[in-house]
């Protein structure tokens, strides 16, 4: 199981997309629970994956450094907005096996959300930790400035990311012209960049695009039950007061409390009502549990995404046959399409 751990509410940075730390008061900047709960909780859990969160977790690499030499897990990671990277000390990033960077894709594109200057800090960092052996993944928040080929092409040409994964900013943002952009520029980007993605899988390369990874991965091995990534399921947080949830970010939503960390609950449903009849389900689950119940955009705001959600998903899956008959021909290996959201603390579905 996927374990987020919150180190703090706190942010050194304030993109515009989450506007920077979260209230002292609905998630405080310091731990305030007994770790020892948390190694309890976690070493009951064989199959543990542990990712730092935040907030910035490197706001707080004192408890990071606390869990890692106290807590037993089978793999460690951090979501981190790659600013601050140079506060844990190095033996400790040896030990991390995953890296999930934010980086929006080109310069431009990224520092006008990010702040100036963030994009060639962030890339450089990215570079250092691959050095380290910690495998890295870009993880983009896609706007209308976004030309999602280029912004991807242009993460994949880098050679510092292992892989490449991105958000839409819908419904978690203000509304914007979603509809119009989504089909004249995002969705004609995603058949290029699918494209692209299968003339290399021709040569026998599998690039580690995850939107396209985690959506070919449930054809083949296992369909999602619930959101792809895990929310209330196969995925809790741990918010720094000790509160167990579905999702890291719905830390004022009741809905999303499982309980603490002295006892909670996984959901027993996790597909949502809306979703049961979906032909997509087993390979989007809900999209996203969160934007499911808040809904920000209303009733026509989620149809509109939930429409590019579909129309995304017909492109990626247009392509399993073609798929099957590299496989059959040996080209690739089958195993090698296994992805499991849960070990990197992707979403799979944009
Ligand atoms: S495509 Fe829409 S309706 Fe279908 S499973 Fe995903 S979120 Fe639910
Ligand atoms: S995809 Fe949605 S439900 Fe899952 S972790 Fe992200 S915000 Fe939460």
Known sequence: MLWLVLTTGKC???CDYCGGSFPKEIVPWGVKYDINKLKVNIERDPNATVIFYGGEPLMNPKFIIQVMDNVRAKRWGIQTNGIAVRLLPEI????????????DGREEVTDKHRGKGVYKIVVKHASYLKKLGVETI????????????EEVMHLLSLGVFD?????????????????RWAYSSYLPGIRRLVDYFMSEMRR?????????????????FKRYRG????????????????????????????WAELGTLDSFKLLEEPLPKECRNCEFKDYCGGRCLYTIHERYWGEEGFKVV?????????????????????IKEGVIRLED??????????????
């Open 138 to 149: 870009a993880r983009m928040a896609v706007t209308q400035d976004a030309d999602i080929y």
């Open 12 to 14: 050194n940075l304030t």
């Open 204 to 220: 026998g390369k599998i690039v580690k695009i995850v939107p396209f990874l985690g959506v070919i991965s449930a054809h083949f």
């Open 163 to 179: 892989k490449v994964h991105w958000q839409l900013n819908v419904i978690w943002s203000e509304r914007w012209d979603f509809e």
């Open 92 to 103: 400790y990033w040896r030990r991390m096996n995953v890296a999930l960077l934010s980086i």
């Open 337 to 350: 399409l296994r992805y499991d959201p849960t070990e990197d603390s992707t979403e799979v579905i944009p």
């Open 227 to 254: 959101v792809a990534c895990g929310a209330g399921y196969d995925s809790v947080s741990i918010s720094t007061d000790g509160r167990v949830l579905s999702c890291p970010i719905a830390v004022r939503e009741k």
């Open 306 to 326: 939930d429409d590019v959600t579909k129309e995304y998903l017909r492109i990626v899956l247009s392509r399993v046959d073609e798929i099957k008959e590299l």
